[in-house]
């Protein structure tokens, strides 16, 4: 086997794609390995896709948030990384947001980039399998005015809707199948359990949610403790 100085310098000879600390070090201790020598390197790659990324869904939403401010659009379209321009569609989930009580326009841009992005960087190796360009009456409104007609306050619905984000991209018939079936197991108030913990509206009430309980139920699961699982740790 080549030592891992040599190997480093013969995969990458000029250095490109490493920065000044890992050469050093490859070259000061030689017997590191050169999965342990480049394993950093891509690390840092990973951190500067996902800071560009952040960085490109903050503009898009500043850009929705005030796109008839020229002083903002000039320093978009002169700031690095693709152009941002107002989608019509986006400014108004954005407007949309705003007004349910979701201000932070980092928050906003997360929410968005996860609702809208197959692809967004902030769930990781996870998937939005419903993301899509929103309408704000079909697909946002329905979801918020369902969420509000089970006593869910503004907060509690900013709560929801920052906690899981592709709640925005369910249709009502989705929701009212899971409040329905938590009720039926003996949960008295859906709405609290939802808003303290809104990523188990990402468990599917047939093919997850409902597996899970009937098997916690055939080991004599207590209908209590069931509950509690649901209610702080499932």
Do not use: H
């Amino acid at each position: 086997a080549l030592p891992a100085q040599r190997v480093c310098q013969e995969m990458v000879p000029s250095g490109r794609g490493l920065t000044a600390a890992p050469r050093a070090a490859a070259a000061a201790a030689p017997a590191r390995t050169v999965r342990s020598c480049f394993s950093r390197c891509f690390a840092g790659y990973r951190a500067k896709a996902r800071s560009r990324a952040e960085s490109a869904a903050v503009r898009r939403v500043a850009a929705a948030a005030a796109p008839k401010d020229v002083g903002v659009l000039k320093k978009l379209k002169e700031s690095k990384g693709p152009s941002q321009q107002a989608d019509p569609m986006y400014v108004a989930s954005s407007e949309y947001l705003a007004q349910i009580g979701l201000l932070n326009l980092a928050e906003k841009s997360r929410v968005l980039d996860i609702a809208t992005n197959p692809n967004s960087l902030f769930l990781g190796r996870a998937k939005n399998v419903r993301a899509r360009p929103l309408d704000v009456d079909k697909d946002m409104r329905p979801v918020v005015d369902y969420l509000m007609s089970k006593g869910i306050k503004e907060g509690g619905i900013v709560q929801v809707v920052t906690g899981y984000p592709p709640v925005l991209c369910m249709n009502v018939e989705i929701l009212e199948g899971f409040w329905t079936y938590l009720e039926s197991i003996g949960v008295k108030d859906v709405s609290a359990v939802v808003v303290e913990r809104p990523t188990l509206l990402g468990l599917d009430v047939d093919t997850s949610l409902r597996k899970i309980i009937d098997y916690l139920k055939y080991v004599d699961t207590p209908v209590e403790t069931i509950i509690k699982y649901l209610e702080r740790s499932l």
